[in-house]
């Protein structure tokens, strides 16, 4: 079709930006054939970094780029938006209490939830990177009440994809040969990487590790805290690895997970798996033209049982204090 699909995306002056903006304008999302407007929000004081952005979007000269339009209203924005990916989010500054971190970005996704409900197309999907992002992605699903709910993801695909990496390192295998890898939970150090449903070259790959300690005490840890490690290392966060998950994500939801495989995704709980219904949770999805079904049956042993209702009961503490804060 000629018809550009606009992808709004916020935070667009932010580091993530600066990755996601480029591989979305070259069509790393929505295919060669298919032209992409951008719609990018920032905050007032970043708009002029911003013009700089798109002055370099200019120059890349991508066929694929019909426009890009910038401001810091989101109801001008937002407008007619095919799919959103919000990263913009206020980060944890020194002194900062939770609370205060949940107040900051609440407002923040409290008026992008309500302006994606006023101007957003019909089809909108809309994919949260912004952290804490699973509790960002409720707060906007609840404040868009003509939106269906299952039209708010959260990211959880550089979880998903760091696991990838890890367990194929273990395994002396590449990331093409694992499958069925899930990410249950928070985006957050209590979520829950499960390799025993996995596959490695379609053998069980808790089988082909064979060795439970690595699980809990390497493989799980050093997935769940790989994002302090990338800030240790190279002093700021996960960007360019943040910014190409938020495109695997948004690219499987719009065009489907691969045949024999699923993905994991950030999905409001219909109380599958026995978590709390309601909830923004990460589960193993499958996913074609915009929908998503999370997989159902996989069998759930004590030591996984554990770690996911422990990481269900972090997003709990997180929705009773955003409640409680009055924004959902
Ligand atoms: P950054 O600080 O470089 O950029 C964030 C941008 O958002 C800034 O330019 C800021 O001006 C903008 N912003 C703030 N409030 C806004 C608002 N109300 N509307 C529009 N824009 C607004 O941060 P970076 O590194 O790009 O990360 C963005 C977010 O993504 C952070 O919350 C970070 O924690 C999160 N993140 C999530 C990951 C995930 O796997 N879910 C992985 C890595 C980062």
């Known amino acids: 079709s000629t018809t550009p699909v606009k992808v709004a995306v916020t935070g667009a002056a932010g580091q993530i930006g600066y990755s996601l903006l480029f591989r979305i304008a070259s069509g790393d999302l929505l295919g060669k054939d298919t032209p992409v407007q951008l719609q990018l929000l920032e905050i007032t004081p970043a708009l002029k970094a911003l013009e700089g952005v798109v002055m370099e979007l200019d120059d890349c000269a991508f066929p694929t780029l019909a426009g890009v339009e910038i401001g810091d209203d989101a109801n001008t924005v937002f407008d007619g938006a095919n799919l959103a990916l919000l990263v913009g989010a206020r980060p944890r500054t020194k002194g900062m209490e939770r609370g ?48 269906p709910q299952e039209r708010f993801t959260a990211l959880t695909r550089l979880d998903h994809n760091r696991a990838l990496s890890q367990l194929a390192a273990k395994t002396g295998s590449t990331v093409r040969d694992i499958k069925k890898l899930t990410i249950w939970g928070n985006h957050s150090a209590t979520q829950y990487p499960d390799i025993f449903h996995a596959e490695v070259g379609g053998k069980n790959a808790a089988e082909v590790v064979g060795d439970q300690a690595w699980i809990e005490n390497d493989f799980i840890p050093t997935v769940a805290k790989r994002g302090a490690a990338i800030i240790e290392a190279r002093g700021s966060s996960s960007a360019a690895s943040a910014a ?85």
């Open 244 to 328: 190409s998950a938020t495109i695997d994500a948004a690219r499987d939801w719009l065009h489907g997970s691969p045949a024999g495989d699923w993905v994991s995704m950030a999905v409001r709980s219909d109380g599958s798996y026995g978590i709390p219904e309601g909830l923004i949770y990460s589960y193993p999805v499958v996913t074609k033209g915009g929908d998503w079904e999370i997989v159902q049956g996989l069998e759930i042993d004590d030591f996984s049982r554990g770690r996911m209702d422990a990481t269900a009961a972090e997003l709990v503490e997180e929705r009773d204090a955003v409640t409680g804060l009055g924004l959902i």
């Open 100 to 147: 205060d971190l949940l107040e900051a970005n609440g407002a923040i996704f409290t008026a992008q939830g309500k302006a994606l409900n006023e101007v957003a197309a019909d089809n909108i999907r809309i994919g949260v990177t912004g952290n804490p992002a699973n509790t960002n992605a409720l707060i906007a699903m609840t404040n868009a009440p003509d939106i």
